[in-house]
């Protein structure tokens, strides 16, 4: 069956004359969507656009659900429980999508040469034994959760950079490797600046370098779907992409070119204080939630050149299959695709 879109349907009607007195589509209402989402300022984008009513206006009923971990949200999607979200590209969401059920779908926050972001740091000992910058990386210990995580995938192409053998430990959890950055079994790690600059400000670790020096460009989350909703809700998924990306573009407008100003600064620190940091009072959380402030990508563009990257090293270490193809992660034809 052939597909049209309103000009040509309007052509077969009678062109221009037609065109005068049709109304414009009427959006469908109410359609409802589960959103995944973590607790962080990466994830600012879909707290505004929830919260001034742009999933709304594109006709979503929108239901936010929260994790603890990127991993359980890709699992979550993956079985059809949670429509959309918003991680960090790992072994284990490549596997999903080798396996036909996840698609990356666009970009959300990235690095950026001159935006404030993830730090690379050294615990107080490492520091005190001449670990003063990532080019003394050579045979230390590096934090990560998992093998195959965003960390190890840091670690590897900074020491790589370095000319540095590093060796890494897996802890699981991001609270496990504070704990043993803070207590020296651990000598370095990198990690988003809200929760690096805290860390170093107690004097318990020190801030050695930038994530952005050595990957400037890097597509640090993505937001991914289920296949099934990328091959067969293209509309619904433009229409949640597109709400999204009114809450990016508010994001970036205020927080990074600060266009409204302090008060607008303030204002979006106490929307965005509803979702992070919610149980610390305003006056503690606000530091952090502007501390954790990075670019977001306008329009969900998502960096092709990252993505490829990215997958060749998890190819290179054995961690997923060397046979899966960038066509079987991503899924491009719904925001623009550089690089």
């Known amino acids: 069956m052939s597909n049209f879109n309103r000009r040509q349907a309007l052509g077969l009607l009678g062109g ?11 959006i469908a209402k109410n359609r409802k969507i589960v959103l995944g989402a973590l607790r962080f300022t990466s994830h600012s984008g879909s707290f505004i656009a929830f919260e001034r009513g742009y999933f709304a206006d594109a006709g979503l009923d929108v239901e936010l659900k929260f994790f603890q971990a990127a991993q359980p949200m890709a699992v979550a ?6 429509d959309y979200g918003i991680t960090a590209i790992s072994g284990g969401l490549i596997s999903l999508a080798d ?3 996840v698609k990356v779908i ?10 404030d972001g993830q730090k690379i740091l050294a615990s107080d000992a490492a520091f005190k034994a001449g670990l003063t910058s990532p080019a003394a990386l050579d045979g230390k210990t590096f934090g990560m959760t998992t093998a195959g995580s965003s960390f190890h995938y840091m670690g590897s192409k900074v020491a790589a950079a370095e000319g540095a053998n590093l060796k890494f430990k897996p802890l699981q959890k991001v609270g496990a490797v ?14 988003v600046p809200h929760i690096a600059k805290p860390l170093a400000g107690s004097g318990a670790v020190h801030i050695i370098g930038n994530v952005a020096d050595y990957l400037p460009d890097y597509q640090v989350t993505t937001v991914f779907t289920s296949a099934k ?8 998924t433009k ?27 303030n204002e979006m620190v106490d929307l965005i204080h509803k979702y992070v940091y919610a149980d610390r009072p305003r006056e503690k959380a606000a530091p952090s939630i502007i501390n954790g402030t990075m670019r977001l990508n306008e329009g969900a563009a998502l960096n092709m050149a990252s993505v490829k990257d990215q997958l ?15 066509d079987t992660l991503v899924d491009a034809s719904f925001v623009e695709a550089r690089g």
Not at 77 to 82: E, H, L, N, T
Not at 239 to 265: C, H, P, R
């Open 16 to 26: 221009a004359a037609a065109l005068a007195t049709l109304p414009a589509p009427a």
């Open 77 to 82: 999607i993956a079985s059809g429980d949670v």
């Open 99 to 101: 396996k036909g059920a």
């Open 106 to 115: 666009g970009g959300a926050l990235s690095e950026e040469k001159g935006i």
């Open 178 to 191: 504070i704990g043993a950055l803070k207590s020296g079994q651990i000598d370095a790690w990198s990690i």
């Open 229 to 236: 909703n990328a091959a067969d809700e293209k509309a619904l």
């Open 239 to 265: 229409d949640f992409l597109g709400g999204f990306s009114k809450g990016v573009a508010d994001y970036n407008a205020t927080m990074i070119a600060k266009q409204s100003g302090e008060e607008g600064v």
């Open 312 to 326: 060749a090293w998890f190819q290179s270490e054995d961690l997923v299959s060397k046979h899966i193809s960038l």
